[in-house]
């Protein structure tokens, strides 16, 4: 029976921030697939990314993509199909809020000032997607197939930021910091989600309590941290960690992205 549940952020914790690699995470990946221990992918990244990734890391759970925008769960993964979920491709999907076109649409109404200041995905091609990123054309194209939300490349300075980011939420929208971009989207976040999936698992194990452990790097893991019921903050080259208000069942590593992953994981579970 599964008695824990691992929610990870993807870039900066379970992959390299530079280089994308999940080498150093590999033998712990297989050891916690042996215990029974799922890992759920809690990410920024598409559908559409996800697919890939879960091939070569060997990961057949469910995954909480677009920063918490929806849950993918693999067909059959439960006995039965979860209420809300709608079925896509291969799995039963849970949408937390509306599809990315309302959001572009609402961008589009209230930035227009800031039109020199920012680019969204919408506007971009693979080449630079792969170019500031780091990811191949191939993974380019599939980051570019959002379903709920819109990344933004902020290029102006931080009083037209905040200013910016204002009037987003003022119309409706959440604005949410990663590693690199803003995210705009509906009021979802991956705490939300993460809440939903692990009452799930316990539901299909008849009620039973399931310990959620979360690890994430970036401002916008705070609320899959603050959900969880012990929490793994990783330290990040590029940025300044986020600060749970929780104390608590709280884990700071002394590494970074993947080898802190492993250090923080290894601090919980003790296998």
Known sequence: MIEKVIYTDLDGSLLDHDT???????????????????????????????????????????????????????????????????????????????PREHWLSLIQRVAAEYTNEYRGFSDMHEEEVARLTGLTHEQAGRALQREYGEPILWMGGPDRLRSFIDQLQQAGAVVLRGGRFLHVSGRVDKGQALRWLNSRYEMAVGGHRILSIAAGDSQNDLAMLEAADQAVVIQSPAHPVPLPERSQDTYYTASYGPQGWVEGILHFLKI
């Open 20 to 98: 994308y690699s999940h080498e150093p995470v590999d033998g712990l990946l297989a050891e916690l697939e042996k215990e029974g221990i799922p890992v759920v992918p809690c990410t920024s990244k598409t559908r559409a990314e996800l697919l890939p990734l879960r091939e070569e890391i060997g990961n057949r759970h469910p995954f909480i993509f677009e920063n918490g925008a929806a849950v993918a769960i693999p067909h059959g993964y439960f006995d039965e199909q979860p209420e809300k979920t709608c079925s896509k491709g291969d799995f039963w999907i849970r949408s937390f809020t509306l």
